[in-house]
């Protein structure tokens, strides 16, 4: 029985940054009813590069302007999107950095003071030495932290 998808594709494009105390920055979000960790980022818009949208993702999530330092990994198995119609899902993650100091709130625990509304975003850093895959909630997410893990 074949599926029909609203969207046979979703693009995602999320950001790396690793501070100079050697931690990696995470997003704890609220969204569509369940909380999720994973990494700052979201869904390309028609008619947008991957550059673009991740600084635009940058500005909208947590009001800082990031440099883009390089590409680091895209989703190399078939991952159904959960999201946005369902479909199969295509992450791309890029090293950054923030262009200024950033002035977001960030919470030390997870999900820590984040409310049950939709849309609702905290920022975390986790120290590399400590970061799992179990940190992160989707599983291309999870692979990205077992690849960092091993090039470092």
């Given amino acids: 029985m074949e599926t ?8 995602r494009v999320y950001g790396l ?4 105390k050697n931690e990696l920055l995470v997003s704890d979000e609220y969204c569509q009813s ?3 960790t994973k990494f700052p980022g979201g869904g390309l818009e028609f008619g947008e590069g991957l550059i673009d949208a991740l600084k635009r993702e940058f500005i909208e999530e947590c009001a800082q302007e ?13 991952q159904e999107s959960m999201f946005r119609g369902g479909g199969q ?6 090293f950054c950095r923030f262009v200024s100091t950033p ?5 030390q625990k ?10 609702s975003i905290a920022f975390r850093w986790i120290a590399m030495d400590a970061l799992t895959r179990d940190h992160l909630t ?5 692979k990205v932290v077992e690849l960092l893990k091993a090039s470092r």
């Fill in 4 to 11: 029909f998808y609203r969207h046979p594709f979703n693009v």
């Fill in 17 to 20: 940054v690793i501070n100079d």
């Fill in 34 to 36: 369940q909380f999720m």
């Fill in 66 to 78: 990031v440099e883009i330092n390089g590409h680091f990994y895209t989703t190399d198995f078939f």
């Fill in 89 to 94: 899902l295509i992450s791309i993650y890029y």
């Fill in 103 to 107: 002035q977001f709130q960030v919470i």
């Fill in 110 to 119: 997870p999900y820590d003071g984040i409310p049950e509304v939709n849309d």
């Fill in 138 to 142: 989707w599983p291309v997410d999870q």
